[in-house]
């Protein structure tokens, strides 16, 4: 009997799509679920697609891969995913390979592969964008572990993927151990920031000028023409444009204002407070979300809180839709270069040598965030693999300092009124500190001094210093 080339464990509708997706590129796939029905249904429903072998056991499943066996696990994060882990082990050989292509925290890939590696297996824990259609018809992939694994696996994983518009497969290896799932992991706070900013320009849109949601949604159209192409554009056009067939009424205002998470926006703001990272647009994004759930604390607060607000001053509405778009677009560029930021100092922290630039062109295709903009990010960092920042690069910084007053305009304009604008708000004041002469840091590190003789150090003079604050307030260096 021929044997697999590559299995798929958990069939899920993203394991499912993914076994699909091996089978229609040519690959022989062997698929196994803990419940056998969800196995049999994907070969009963799906099995002219390609060659699939189905077994009921692991035992058979894993006898059905050819060496070195290459075992995908889609199963849900934390501790059930462990428990395949631990099941899987017996039954692999040496130089065999385990996949992890959920949504896996970093710190649990690195443990995982660690641990592995010492039974000698490799493991792989591979970020996989793009959503139940992504896994079936070409999603980004961002396959980590050992760099001798993806000589086997990333042909396959290749194949699979999405492909931008030159022809390259969106997936690279990323990097050893935990950074395959870390860059995943900031491609969705990057999602979040994304999502709430588009968010907060419909909010403006409507409390501005009055607008229909299909109104926003045509002016959503039109901007997916220009510079902000993009899926999340494109489709939230789609979802404005929609009409509940139950009421008549637009689908976004019979729609419950309680936005959910699953955790990845967390885990992105978590690791940036441990790596020491500013990510504010993705902070407040995620933070506008837990307030969006805060059903009682909202409904004490309603019609109660001063709102002082006044209504808005719009002396012309092609020109403030105008303002909308370019402060929007600037937010973007400090979300997306927050998270390289980020990227990059994991990389630098745990010896992974990620290419950021490799990293935007996987998100071209295929995944959630993919836009137009990114390849202007692979363009950036192919002028310099070593930039500080994408806000400096010449090109971002041009296209940011065009919307630099319209962004002004719009941000004041919602306070205001009343509008929450906060990824709006948080990324131009991340925006202002970059650019400031100089910061009221300087006043928290005197109070720390004070308080706790914390130390500082001087513009004009080398060394750290600490005053006498209790005694005769003289300064000392430290």
């Known amino acids: 009997m021929a044997l697999a080339q590559i299995g798929v464990t958990g069939l899920a509708v993203m394991g499912r799509n993914l076994a699909r997706n091996f089978a229609r590129n040519g690959f022989t796939v062997a698929v196994h679920n803990r419940s056998p029905q969800k196995m049999h249904s994907l070969i009963e429903d799906h099995g002219d697609e390609g060659t699939f072998i189905g077994s009921e056991s692991l035992e058979d499943f894993v006898a059905s891969l050819e060496k070195p066996r290459q075992v995908v696990i889609m199963v849900q994060a934390g501790g059930p995913t462990d428990a395949v882990i631990e099941s899987l082990v017996p039954l692999l050989d040496e130089g065999d390979i385990i996949v992890d292509a959920g949504n896996a925290l970093y710190t649990d890939t690195m443990r995982r592969e660690k641990d592995l590696a010492a039974k000698g297996l490799h493991f792989v824990g591979s970020g996989v964008s793009g959503g139940e259609e992504g896994a079936l018809l070409g999603p980004s992939i961002m396959p980590g572990g050992p760099a001798e ?250 296209a940011v300092a065009n919307g630099v007053s319209a962004w002004r305009r719009v941000v004041s304009q919602a306070a205001l009124a009343g509008v929450p604008v906060p990824a709006f708000g948080s990324s131009l004041s991340y925006y202002d500190s970059l650019r400031a002469e100089r910061l009221p840091a300087a006043v928290i590190q005197g109070q720390r001094d004070f308080f706790g003789a914390h130390t500082y150090k001087r513009v004009d003079a080398e060394g750290t210093f600490h005053t006498l604050w209790s005694g005769d307030r003289s300064e000392v260096e430290a």
């Not at 607060?301 to 092609?318: E, M």
């Not at 973007?332 to 998270?339: L, M």
């Open 149 to 398: 694994s993806y000589v086997t696996l990333g042909p396959i994983l290749e194949k699979i993927a999405a492909k931008a518009e030159d022809g390259t497969p969106c997936c690279v290896h990323v990097g050893p151990d935990g950074a395959g799932h870390f860059v995943k992991m900031v491609h969705n706070g990057i999602e979040y920031a994304d999502m709430q900013l588009i968010g907060e320009a419909y909010d403006l849109l409507r409390a501005g000028l009055s607008l229909t949601p299909a109104e926003i949604g045509d002016i959503f159209a039109e901007w997916n023409e220009g510079d902000l192409e993009s899926f999340l554009i494109e489709i939230t056009a789609e979802v404005l444009r929609h009409t509940d067939a139950k009421t008549g009424k637009a689908l976004v205002d019979v729609i419950s204002d309680q936005a959910g998470q699953k955790g990845t926006g967390r885990w992105t703001v978590q690791s940036a407070l441990d790596l020491g990272v500013p990510v504010t647009g993705i902070a407040e994004a995620t933070f506008a979300r837990a307030i969006s759930s805060q059903t009682a604390q909202r409904e004490a607060a309603r019609g109660v809180l001063a709102a002082s607000a006044g209504d808005f001053h719009i002396g012309n509405r092609t020109g403030f839709i105008e303002d909308v778009r370019l402060a929007l677009y600037a937010s973007k560029v400090v979300a997306y270069s927050q998270g390289f930021d980020q990227i990059q100092a994991a990389s630098e922290e745990f010896g992974w040598d990620i290419d950021r630039g490799a990293m935007a062109k996987i998100w071209r295709e295929g995944c959630i965030i993919r836009a137009r903009f990114l390849d202007r990010i692979t363009e950036a960092y192919d002028r310099n693999p070593e930039l500080p920042t994408l806000l400096v690069d010449d090109y971002f910084q041009g």
